[in-house]
């Protein structure tokens, strides 16, 4: 099993942008101290939601930043970049980490920020697959051309540089629709999960409904080609520990409802917008649902474990079911959500290294040692 932390650089006070980057980094590196496999980073634009509005940028200050711990993505936005400039910035940051880079990609969920740069949001798919398409090619061949419906690269070019990580760095795919879980086998992609964007759209289902589409994944790796078996499973989780499950509940609960409340101000409609986009229609018409029957407040998220929130042990049991349920290898934990003070994430990291993570690497070996 291995564990990640996860930022998505919220500030819900904007006079604060400044010092809630110097938390931030002040917490990848405590995590590297701690023994943290990976810190996951992801991108937004246009709120407060999230204000990394690169990862390269932030990924590139993190590999001189640290020394081993990996730097995954989670996610990159394909449809907002050129991919040859994607490919060539990642590069770059797999070289300036020495190999420590995990890219994760997907499509965006937002309709505010596909509005804001005025790219179609019902083209997202299509621009992703072609996008990774033309991002491995330039990885991977020494000289590329393209044609294809949104970029073209009409004659021959090397991209330079190439990632230290041969044929290329580990690539993740966000997947919530068993389209995306299809997508992912037929690439050959690893897994990224995430509770807060299944849960919206299967609510209380939400596990099964991943199990299901896992099975999607698998039997689709092997038509391809792939071992899926040979692929992580990151789950992405907010969550937060404490010494006294009560206290953990009280002081996560604001944060995390406040996460929810943004994600959904974001998702309404954005000038004039319909609410179900073409290419969105499972995730957008069911999240609409789980607003309206309630299902956002911090309890009903806490009954159905898509927030986790309690003593250490209560943790990790609840974490291991996870893992036997979805063969999860890897689990990126939220502890710093919503603005959460940093001294309150800081020391729910501690005990996750001490008291949650070992407990559940010991349910791990205890089960494979019982196969």
């Known amino acids: 099993?291995?564990?990640?932390?996860?930022?998505?650089?919220?500030?819900?006070?904007?006079?604060?942008?400044?010092?809630?980057?110097?938390?931030?980094?002040?917490?990848?590196?405590?995590a590297?101290?701690?023994?943290?496999?990976?810190?996951?980073?992801?991108?937004h634009l246009f709120s407060s939601y999230g204000v990394v509005t690169s990862t390269q940028v932030l990924a590139a200050a993190l590999a001189k930043a640290t020394k081993t711990i990996k730097?995954?993505?989670?996610?990159?936005?394909?449809?907002?970049?050129?991919?040859?400039?994607?490919?060539?910035?990642?590069?770059?940051?797999?070289?300036?980490?020495?190999?420590?880079?995990?890219?994760?990609?997907?499509?965006?969920?937002?309709p505010h920020e596909f509005t804001g740069l005025g790219i179609p949001m019902e083209d997202s798919r299509e621009m992703y697959d072609e996008a990774l398409e033309l991002i491995v090619k330039a990885w991977t061949n020494e000289k590329i051309q393209h044609q294809g419906k949104f970029w073209n690269v009409p004659e021959p070019i090397e991209v330079l540089p190439k990632p230290v990580q041969k044929p290329h760095p580990p690539i993740y795919q966000a997947a919530i629709s068993p389209e995306s879980f299809a997508a992912a086998g037929r690439a050959g992609s690893a897994l990224q999960l995430a509770s807060p964007f299944s849960y919206r759209t299967y609510r209380e289902d939400w596990v099964d409904k991943i199990?299901?589409?896992?099975?999607?994944?698998?039997?689709?790796?092997?038509?391809?080609?792939?071992?899926?078996?040979?692929?992580?499973?990151?789950?992405?989780?907010p969550f937060f520990t404490h010494t006294d499950g009560d206290e953990a509940k009280r002081i996560a609960r604001e944060r995390i409802e406040w996460f929810y409340a943004k994600v959904t101000a974001n998702q309404k409609a954005v000038g004039g917008q319909a609410e179900v986009i073409e290419g969105y229609e499972l995730t957008m018409r069911e999240s609409l649902t789980t607003l309206r029957e309630g299902y956002l407040n911090f309890d009903?998220?806490?009954?159905?474990?898509?927030?986790?929130a309690d003593d250490p042990a209560t943790c990790?049991?609840?974490?291991?079911?996870?893992?036997?349920?979805?063969?999860?290898?890897?689990?990126?934990?939220?502890?710093?959500?919503?603005?959460?003070?940093?001294?309150?994430?800081?020391?729910a990291m501690r005990l996750i290294m001490t008291e949650v993570a070992p407990r559940v690497n010991e349910m791990e070996a205890a089960a494979k040692a019982a196969e």
């Open 1 to 30: 099993m291995k564990w990640g932390t996860f930022s998505l650089s919220q500030v819900p006070d904007l006079t604060k942008v400044p010092e809630t980057f110097e938390t931030d980094f002040q917490q990848f590196e405590l």
């Open 71 to 110: 730097i995954g993505m989670a996610v990159v936005v394909l449809p907002f970049n050129h991919p040859i400039r994607t490919a060539s910035d990642f590069a770059l940051v797999d070289i300036l980490s020495e190999g420590r880079l995990l890219f994760g990609t997907g499509r965006a969920y937002q």
């Open 300 to 308: 009903k998220l806490y009954e159905h474990g898509a927030a986790i």
């Open 211 to 237: 199990a299901e589409s896992i099975e999607v994944y698998e039997r689709t790796c092997i038509e391809h080609g792939h071992d899926p078996k040979g692929l992580e499973r990151m789950m992405l989780l």
């Open 32 to 43: 590297e101290e701690l023994g943290f496999d990976t810190i996951w980073i992801a991108e």
């Open 316 to 347: 990790a049991a609840k974490l291991d079911d996870l893992r036997q349920r979805l063969g999860i290898t890897e689990f990126g934990l939220w502890t710093n959500i919503g603005g959460m003070p940093p001294a309150d994430s800081m020391a």
